[in-house]
């Protein structure tokens, strides 16, 4: 419990410094290297990526090993390093290439495991999802981080979905269960263009997410017992339009997964 308060309060000066939890090659945020590729700054050995490109429902996906190191992978359009703060920034428009199962496009991580193999993990243990980011723009509503349904039924829901909307406000989308929808929790107000800091934990069945410190504790119903989970990161647009134009740009200037 100490180290998870430890780590709240460190996320809440967004100075990243010392912890080295924060998924940052170089422990300061302030560091970022704007001359290097995306995985020059953050370890992404442990993410692919899903570009709002490629065939109809079957969108492009960049593996962790085109992904890591100072030359991995980067697209200028959706997926690069910001040459003025060296932030990791993705761009969704409402027009894009969307999955299946959704009817929105995204440039978004997802969480894999060293060896390759996609991440899908047990609520027991202690999961946590930390991001120190800020929007730059979005038309209506964006999701920046998720708690994604794995194996163990039929259900892809998010179990959580972090949102952040236009006027700064920022929800919680909790499922209610597998099969149902969800339910909103504001968790603070935070304006456009302004830096901010979350930390996702799930511990069992109980989870908590931290907004610039501040946190909120939630019940995780039984229902979800049967199904593993992975971490989401980046930008999933929650508008769709025929617009290339309008979207959601996000940019991260640090950001971790860890699994005790």
Known sequence: MRKRTLLAAALSTAVVAGLGVLGVTNANAAALNPNV?????????V??????????????????AQLKGATGYSNPAYFWT????????FWAPEKGVTTPNSKYARSELREMNANGSAANWALAGNHTLS????????????????????????????LLELYYRANGDIYLGQQRSPTDGQTLHKLGNVALGQRWTYAINV?????????????????IPSSFNPYKQYFKAGSYNQSSSESTSNGAKVKFYALTVSHA
């Open 37 to 45: 590729a995306p995985g020059g700054n953050f370890n992404l050995s």
């Open 47 to 64: 993410w692919s990526l899903q570009l709002p490109i490629g065939s109809p429902g079957a969108p492009q996906t960049i593996q962790p």
């Open 82 to 89: 910001d040459k003025n703060d060296g932030s990791m920034t």
């Open 131 to 158: 991001a120190d980011l800020r929007i730059v723009s979005v038309t209506k509503n964006v999701a920046v981080g998720q708690v994604k349904l794995g194996t163990g039924g039929p259900s892809t829901k998010p």
């Open 203 to 219: 511990r069992g069945n109980a989870a908590s997410v931290t907004i610039n410190g501040s946190r909120t504790n939630y019940t």
